[in-house]
Nanobody, 125 residues
Framework: VQLQASGGGLVQPGGSLRLSCTVSGFQLDFPAVGWFRQVPGKEREGISCLSTWNDITWYPDSVKGRFTVSRDASKSTIFLQMDNLRPEDTAIYYC???????????????????WGQGTQVTVSS
């Protein structure tokens, strides 16, 4: 299984970015997919997760209303739309999936079985 993230970069406060994650090497549909982020000295945290069988999403309060997780119709790409970005959103962002857990909340709070490589997002003027 491979998850390949892209789309990170430098953006000004208040700006937007869209991250993408392509999924390959897995024939079945992941029951839960999502995005995590990590800043130096802190634990990796789940910030946007999606249950693929019922389309239920979960977000922590820190990003709710600003971030949106989705995937394309082919189910091979996961997206993270980030709007109204703040300096505290600066982090390395990772896409992730779980092979068996189907709850978006459980994925974001308990972690995935599969990780993609990270992509740096920097919010600064």
């Amino acid at each position: 299984v491979q998850l390949q993230a892209s789309g990170g970069g430098l953006v000004q406060p208040g700006g937007s970015l869209r991250l993408s994650c392509t999924v390959s090497g897995f024939q079945l549909d992941f029951p839960a997919v999502g995005w995590f982020r990590q800043v130096p000295g802190k634990e990796r945290e789940g910030i946007s997760c999606l249950s693929t069988w019922n389309d239920i999403t979960w977000y922590p309060d820190s990003v709710k209303g600003r971030f949106t997780v989705s995937r394309d119709a082919s189910k091979s790409t996961i997206f993270l739309q980030m709007d109204n970005l703040r300096p505290e959103d600066t982090a390395i962002y990772y896409c992730a999936a779980h092979l068996s857990r189907s709850s978006s909340y459980a994925l974001c709070t308990n972690g995935p079985t599969e990780w993609g490589q990270g992509t740096q997002v920097t919010v600064s003027s």
